[in-house]
């Protein structure tokens, strides 16, 4: 699938954007070369392949490579909201904006 000039300035219009013939012409090269990408990804045969949960997990395993899931920063809530002007139970309190 390739782009014209005519779809380039129909996307711009539609996104609002003013591109100058430079601008166009760039933009159209752009496009057309990831879209030729995606064609030569498609053109790769993935019958039989397994889908992977993560990209790294093709090189190393994903488990030993993730870090262990803890609180790594101290608890500094009280003394972050010592300038609030109003708190309750830990939570900052603010005006109702909605009736």
Request: negative net charge; charged residues 30%; proline residues 6%.
């Amino acid at each position: 699938m390739a782009l014209t000039p005519q779809d380039i300035a129909r996307i711009a219009n539609l996104a609002r954007l003013e591109l100058d013939a430079e601008q166009s012409g760039r933009m159209l090269t752009q496009i057309n070369g990831f879209f030729d990408i995606v064609e030569k990804m498609r053109a790769v045969d993935t019958a039989g392949i397994e889908p992977l949960a993560h990209p790294v997990a093709a090189l190393q395993d994903v488990q030993l490579r993730l870090r262990e899931d803890r609180a790594s920063e101290p608890d500094d809530r009280a003394a972050n909201q010592r300038s609030a002007p109003a708190v309750e139970r830990g939570l900052f309190l603010v005006p109702k904006v909605i009736e």
